[in-house]
T-cell receptor
Framework: KNEVEQSPQNLTAQEGEFITINCSYS?????LHWLQQHPGGGIVSLFM???GKKKHGRLIATINIQEKHSSLHITASHPRDSAVYIC???????????FGKGTKLSVKP | DGGITQSPKYLFRKEGQNVTLSCEQN?????MYWYRQDPGQGLRLIYY???????QKGDIAEGYSVSREKKESFPLTVTSAQKNPTAFYLC????????????FGQGTRLTVV
């Protein structure tokens, strides 16, 4: 069983829709990261959180440490949001990241 | 602007040849990491380094080697011993360990023919 599970694997939405991507993990962690990977392959860090909720523009990330679950929300989605969203947790022996397989989001105009 | 530079973006090599992937950062980060990404799989850790002249094996280190002679540089060599080297390779760095933001390069897509 993977230590970090994301759902859904693939998601297609219409422009303007509210989107939720989920991440569940099975290890004890100190922090969780949400990352965005565009088709070219480069990865950008969106959020790092260890409790509660963070917001940046149209993106919102929440985490529930007791339930070992995090969600990434995108409000008023736009085609430029199309990317792979990756959840990663700090569970390694020296703060190494353990990655989920990613959620591929496609937003249609 | 600070960041991580990986080069080249695309690399082709013949089977049996060693190849070195470059990763340079000007963020003054102590920790650097190499990951491999295969279709349908999460990023997997190859090697990491927390400090100059020291590095540790990750989950899939077999067939790879690294060096960390300078803080800014963490090159990865894919040796001929790596059974399935064709993949997308990502370099990352962090200021420290726990609870610090990770920065990623643009990746190198290696194809071995």
């Amino acid at each position: 069983k993977n230590e970090v599970e994301q759902s859904p694997q693939n998601l297609t939405a219409q422009e303007g829709e509210f989107i939720t991507i989920n991440c569940s993990y099975s290890v004890g962690i100190s922090a969780l990261h949400w990352l965005q990977q565009h088709p070219g392959g480069g990865i950008v860090s969106l959020f790092m959180l260890s409790s509660g909720k963070k917001k940046h523009g149209r993106l919102i990330a929440t985490i529930n440490i007791q339930e070992k679950h995090s969600s990434l929300h995108i409000t008023a989605s736009h085609p430029r949001d199309s990317a792979v969203y990756i959840c990663a947790v700090e569970g390694g022996s020296q703060g190494n990241l353990i990655f989920g397989k990613g959620t591929k989001l496609s937003v249609k105009p | 602007d600070g960041g991580i530079t990986q080069s080249p973006k695309y690399l082709f090599r013949k089977e049996g040849q060693n190849v070195t992937l470059s990763c340079e950062q000007n963020l003054n980060h102590d920790a650097m990491y190499w990951y491999r990404q295969d279709p349908g799989q999460g990023l997997r850790l190859i090697y990491y380094s927390q400090i100059v002249n020291d590095f540790q094996k990750g989950d899939i280190a077999e067939g790879y080697s690294v060096s960390r002679e300078k803080k800014e540089s963490f090159p990865l060599t894919v040796t001929s011993a790596q059974k399935n080297p064709t993949a997308f390779y990502l370099c990352a760095s962090r200021r420290g360990g726990w609870g610090t933001e990770a920065f990623f390069g643009q990746g190198t897509r290696l194809t071995v023919v």
